[in-house]
């Protein structure tokens, strides 16, 4: 585990909000190794890395991302005044905080709003392929838009609610209510979308769907309007330490992440490299990518089964074995030209 919160470059911020993601070492059920990462939402630095190995799990894959997320928020906790969390739409993490053992930690756990748009957008998607539904489709954008602008500007969750609310207005085509209107300003007239008329059967799935209670309780965890978009591209970058097409052994495994995150936090303001005319280089990813294969070719093995694969790199006995059978082979050539000496005489 690795915990950085005071550097030479950087000093971590006591009230600053955390965002938290985790990454598998190969996808669905197979993953070997959990590594949870907690950047600082304002610096964007990383300031938490916590490996998980299936084998501490009982090799049951599915726990391994709660079980690191509980090490980085104990560890985080010692070394920072943690104020707030954000991660994405994990069920078992957000039951830590919303009756398990977090609960009281004083931590305010948010969630990732573009997870959450995504899940509005399911279920009107959902919706929408139901019998005298279909006009939600045309409208599933727009609302999720909305609902991304109402997490954005609402300060508090009765705003959110009444913000909200006031899309099941719109779409039938009024703008101002008894208790609220629009906040846009006047429409075009030539506008061509179709309204959904009120009282209808789409217009009545689609109020299940914004006034559903379990999730308006989940609402309030949007409302701070973080992402964790920054952690996704940070897990891109630990894959030219970690590929995903190889197994390691856990020290070569932590050493890798643990060079991607330094490696990530010592580059992280440096401007991008421009050609002579002022446009932006692209990055010789490709040439990076070349100088990380060969490096793996050289030191790893392909992957084989991984709960028993052990990391061969740097193993003195392997290079034994080899100069034994190189030794070997040239041993059973000198005794028989030998032979044919013998038998010529
Ligand atoms: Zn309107």
Not at 93 to 116: E, M, P, Q
């Amino acid at each position: 585990m690795a915990v950085w919160v005071d550097d030479n470059q950087h000093h971590c911020q006591s009230d600053n909000p955390t965002i938290g993601d985790a990454r598998m070492d190969s996808p669905g059920f197979c993953a070997q190794y959990c590594t949870y990462s907690t950047m600082e939402n304002e610096t964007k630095h990383i300031i938490s890395m916590v490996n998980i190995d299936k084998r501490e799990t009982m090799r049951n894959s599915v726990v391994m991302e709660k079980e690191a997320f509980q090490q980085t928020f104990e560890a985080l906790r010692q070394e920072i005044n943690l104020t707030e969390i954000c991660t994405n739409a994990h069920s078992q993490i957000s039951a830590l905080f919303n009756k398990g053992k977090y609960r009281d930690s004083g931590v305010h756990h948010t969630l990732d709003v573009w997870h959450g748009s995504k899940n509005l957008s399911k279920k009107i998607h959902a919706a929408g392929q139901q019998k005298g539904c279909a006009i939600l489709q045309m409208w599933n954008k727009d609302i999720c838009n909305h609902f991304w602008y109402c997490c954005k500007t609402a300060d508090t969750y009765e705003e959110f609610i009444d913000m909200c609310v006031g899309v099941l207005h719109h779409v039938t085509g009024e703008h101002t209510w008894a208790l609220g209107e629009c906040k846009h300003g006047p429409l075009l007239d030539d506008r061509d979308k179709e309204l959904i008329e009120s009282g209808s059967v789409a217009h009545e799935r689609l109020a299940e769907i914004i006034l559903d209670e379990r999730w308006l309780k989940v609402v309030p965890k949007y409302l701070n309007f973080r992402s964790t978009a920054d952690l996704e591209s940070f897990h891109n970058h630990i894959l030219m330490y970690a590929s995903k097409r190889f197994s390691f052994s856990p020290p070569v495994y932590a050493a890798c992440t643990m060079l991607a995150g330094l490696d990530y936090n010592h580059h992280l303001h440096r401007p991008a490299r421009r050609k002579a005319d002022g446009t932006i280089q692209s990055i010789a990813a490709e040439t990076m990518n070349n100088l990380h294969r060969t490096i793996a070719d050289v030191m790893l093995r392909p992957k084989s089964d991984p709960s028993t694969s052990q990391d061969t790199s740097g193993n003195p006995m392997s290079y034994v074995l080899l100069l034994i059978v190189l030794m070997f082979f040239i041993f059973v050539i000198i005794v028989s030209s030998f032979s044919n000496t013998e038998i010529k005489k």
